[in-house]
């Protein structure tokens, strides 16, 4: 069983941290997400029961935000090393006037801003991804059901973003900048 240790609570002389179960993070993760999702629905579409709300662009939207938010406080609980959180959607049309053009892709798109990467927040992002693809599966949602993966995690350095490099281009888009979802 993996576990997510959380730095921000400092123990105190002759008391231990408390480690959380990472069955308890992606939980909280997927909860956090469906009430935030749901909280931004009209009064009468929140009478909807999961099965109809899951096919509605919008409530899949708000529901991927609500994940891409869960795991960055998830990231940042466990690596002090993790500055912010940006999320994106690579399928973006900025010339739809709609918005809604392109069928809504389950993945969570993700770009980590880190002072260095480490072997430590790469293990903690494939365990986390593991676990929360398997959570999401039992949600009445054909497109999470059949994901072996929930979480495209891009790790970015402040030098990756002054050269150009990788995905940290993708930070200064004009057409579809993406959205910054936590920062320390």
């Known amino acids: 069983m993996v576990t ?3 730095p921000t609570q400092k123990a105190k002389e002759g008391q231990t941290i408390r480690a959380t179960p990472l069955q308890e993070v992606v939980e909280t993760i997927r909860e956090d997400a469906l009430t ?4 931004r629905l009209t009064d009468v579409m929140r009478g909807l029961d999961l099965n109809h709300l899951f096919r509605r662009p919008d409530f899949a939207d708000n529901f991927k935000y609500g994940l891409a938010t869960g795991v960055a406080m998830a ?4 690596d002090p090393h993790v500055e912010a959180v940006y999320t994106y959607e690579p399928s973006a049309n900025p010339d739809s006037e709609l918005g809604n053009d392109v069928p809504v892709d389950a993945t969570v798109h993700l770009l980590v801003k880190v002072q260095a ?4 927040l790469v293990a903690f992002l494939a365990a986390l991804d593991r676990a929360l693809t398997a959570e999401l599966k039992n949600l009445p949602s054909p497109k999470l059901a059949q994901r072996e993966s929930i979480l495209d995690v891009n790790l970015i350095t402040e030098k ?4 150009g490099r990788g995905y940290a281009v993708i930070l200064s888009s004009v057409f579809a900048p993406p959205l910054k979802v936590w920062q320390r």
């Open 4 to 6: 997510a240790v959380l």
């Open 36 to 39: 935030l999702a749901q909280d």
């Open 75 to 78: 990231l940042s609980d466990n």
């Open 117 to 120: 990467s480490s072997a430590a």
């Open 160 to 163: 990756d973003i002054e050269e």
